[in-house]
């Protein structure tokens, strides 16, 4: 599966964003992650999403300020960000699992198809 990342860009401190990952040819059958790296950071795994949306996981720094969602119509996993920080700074990645959500999660080792990233940034 290709992946495409798009929706980055910059915003305040508090700002809010939605990033979009289209797949192809679909997102069918597989765990959905959003991953991020940081400048002199390794990347970590901040959001997943099972393929039938009924489950999904979220690293502890960005839960209930993320959300991850998906169109299976339209083959595209978004993800909503509200009250960015200047530490959400990174280029943020959409990857794809052939795991269970449970054994996948934001392990990025689990995960087979990568898109080339999208920056976000975050000003202060």
């Known amino acids: 599966v290709q992946l495409v990342e798009s929706g980055g860009g910059s915003v305040q401190d508090g700002g809010s964003l939605t990033i979009s990952c289209e797949a192809s040819?679909?997102?069918?059958?597989?765990?959905m992650g959003w991953f991020r790296q940081a400048p002199g950071k390794e990347r970590e795994g901040i959001a997943v999403?099972?393929?039938?949306?009924?489950?999904?996981i979220y690293r502890d720094s960005v839960k209930d300020r993320f959300t991850i969602s998906q169109d299976n119509g339209k083959n595209t996993v978004y993800l909503q960000m509200n009250s960015l920080k200047p530490e959400d700074t990174a280029v943020y990645y959409c990857?794809?699992?052939?795991?269970?959500?449970?054994?996948?999660?934001?392990?990025?080792?689990?995960?087979?198809?990568w898109g080339q990233g999208t920056q976000v940034t975050v000003s202060s």
């Open positions: 040819p679909s997102t069918y059958e597989y765990v």
């Open positions: 990857a794809a699992s052939s795991f269970f959500c449970s054994v996948a999660g934001l392990s990025q080792s689990k995960y087979n198809y």
């Open positions: 999403i099972s393929s039938g949306s009924a489950y999904t």
